[in-house]
């Protein structure tokens, strides 16, 4: 007895948005904005970085590290480091370190100006339109580098990073990527696949 296939659904038809071309209209799956810390999450939370920040470069290129090697696909967008597979040549790139540098000062200046909303905006559009506009990255890599951030914070400042803490930090990477996100449908960014999952 032959069994005969179904044939495959129709494509979608091919629309200037599904080629990643620029729209006006926002990204109907940008996460919802999280709630505004409060003081004494602010006060946690650069308490906690503040224990971080003391080796921030050797911290930040853990943080990188673990993202390359359980992510490889980000690595598409830094050729300097790109076909580098060893973790041990990772940590000795000096282009990872100088990238690790920025992640962890990006960060900084977020945690300094937790009093400043309108600080923490701007610097935080200023990422998110480099890296759509000039590194053309999917926005979805900011969420996995949080998550990867928060794993390797957890794991290598347990003391500090308690399971209170970890919720206040987790609020705030949320935040993070809110506005990181803005960023994207300010400039018309249209997430057209995730190699990333």
């Known amino acids: 007895m032959s069994r005969r296939e179904s044939p495959p659904p129709p494509s979608p038809p091919i629309t200037p948005q599904l080629l990643g071309?620029?729209?006006?209209?926002?990204?109907?799956?940008?996460?919802?904005?999280?709630e505004p810390l409060s003081d004494a999450e602010r006060e946690i939370i650069q308490d906690t970085w503040g224990q971080?920040?003391?080796?921030?470069?050797?911290?930040?290129?853990?943080?990188?590290?673990?993202?390359?090697?359980?992510?490889?696909?980000a690595k598409q967008y830094f050729s300097q480091f790109q076909d580098m597979e060893d973790p041990d040549e990772m940590e000795r790139s000096s282009q990872l370190r100088h990238h690790a540098r920025r992640v962890m000062n990006a960060i900084n200046t977020v945690v300094e100006n937790l009093h400043d909303p309108e600080?923490?905006?701007?610097?935080?559009?200023?990422?998110?339109?480099?890296?759509?506009?000039?590194?053309?990255?999917?926005?979805?890599?900011?969420k996995i580098l949080s998550g990867v951030m928060l794993?390797?914070?957890?794991?290598?400042?347990?003391?500090?990073?308690?399971?209170?803490?970890?919720?206040?930090?987790?609020?705030l990477m949320g935040a993070v990527y809110w506005h990181v996100t803005g960023a994207y449908t300010e400039v018309g960014w249209l997430q057209v696949s995730s190699s990333a999952v």
Not at 52 to 73: M, Q, T, W
């Open 21 to 34: 071309v620029r729209r006006d209209v926002e990204c109907d799956d940008r996460p919802e904005r999280t």
């Open 52 to 73: 971080v920040y003391k080796n921030c470069e050797d911290v930040g290129v853990s943080v990188l590290i673990r993202f390359f090697v359980n992510f490889p696909s």
């Open 119 to 142: 600080k923490v905006s701007s610097v935080l559009a200023l990422v998110g339109k480099a890296h759509a506009i000039k590194h053309k990255v999917e926005p979805i890599y900011f």
């Open 151 to 171: 794993e390797v914070l957890s794991e290598d400042f347990p003391e500090f990073f308690t399971a209170e803490v970890q919720v206040v930090w987790t609020k």
